[in-house]
């Protein structure tokens, strides 16, 4: 079966300070029930690998580039990630899809780079707040999934994390009805790709908002098999109790 996945997302923030949180987040689930993710920013991941090396808490990046190595200013290799300490990244999240102009073409090459690399990729996907209102939310995350997930993909090498963009950082989730709709969605458009049993293997995260008050409710969905948590994933106070919620689901 598979196993639930608490994965946190830092986007840009943490500074050598911030290795604190993850190593109270060590000290408080030293066995836990569930997988336990971070991906801080780039600048920690030696530091953060070093730090969970003997702990079952493991340390993913965010972002990477399709190519191996090249002349790419600024880029950063899944195979570098993979020798810096990471075993997941994150590809395809919506603010690399807004600030970098991101395709979902792009995205599954990158996702592919991830495998070759043997790295966990957790494809994002959602909808905006105005494609939800046109009644296009399905439409666009079959298109998302279709586009951006490559054919190698597996429910080993592939996790799929539905964050809409409206509740990214604002307070807002959907319902629990709208969250298993898309979920079940998911699912099933895996299913038509891959075939029953393959499908059967992909974890699918909700993200967006997730808070130690609503993870509960959010963790109870069926198809629902973990969560991609931005900011109270900063610090071990809040992501803790979400870590322990999809425990107890
Ligand atoms: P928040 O949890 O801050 O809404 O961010 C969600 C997210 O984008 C995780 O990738």
């Known amino acids: ?13 943490g ?10 987040l060590i000290a408080t689930h030293p066995a ?24 079952p808490v493991m340390i993913g990046a965010q972002d990477c580039h399709s190519a191996a190595s090249g002349a790419h200013t600024g880029d950063i290799s899944a195979p570098m990630l993979a020798d810096a300490g990471a075993v ?13 102009g991101e395709e979902s073409a792009l995205v599954a090459a990158k996702i592919s780079a991830a495998h070759a690399a043997h790295l966990t990729a957790i494809l994002c996907l959602g909808e905006s707040l105005a ?10 995350i079959a298109d998302q999934l279709r586009h951006s997930l490559p054919d190698t993909a597996t429910g080993a090498n592939t996790v799929i994390a539905y964050e809409p963009i409206w509740a990214i950082g604002t307070g807002l989730t959907p319902s629990p009805a709208q969250i298993s709709e898309v979920h079940r969605f998911l699912r099933s458009e895996l299913r038509a790709r891959f075939g029953s049993e393959a499908a059967t293997g992909f974890r699918l ?15 109870a969905l069926d198809d629902v098999d973990g969560a991609l948590v931005g900011g109270a994933s900063l610090t071990a106070a809040d992501f803790s109790p979400i870590i322990t919620a999809l425990e107890n689901a």
């Open 88 to 100: 997941a990244v994150i590809l395809g999240h919506s603010e690399r899809r807004q600030d970098h």
């Open 205 to 219: 995260l909700y993200g967006g908002s997730v808070k130690p008050a609503n993870a509960p409710e959010i963790f």
């Open 15 to 24: 500074t050598n300070a911030s290795l604190t949180e993850l190593q109270t």
């Open 32 to 55: 836990p029930g569930v997988d336990i993710l971070i991906c801080p920013p780039a600048t920690l991941l030696v530091q953060a690998a070093g730090l969970s090396a003997d702990s």
């Open 1 to 13: 079966m598979r196993r639930k996945l608490a994965a946190g997302n830092w986007k840009m923030n």
């Open 131 to 140: 494609e939800r209102e046109a009644a296009q939310t399905l439409d666009v």
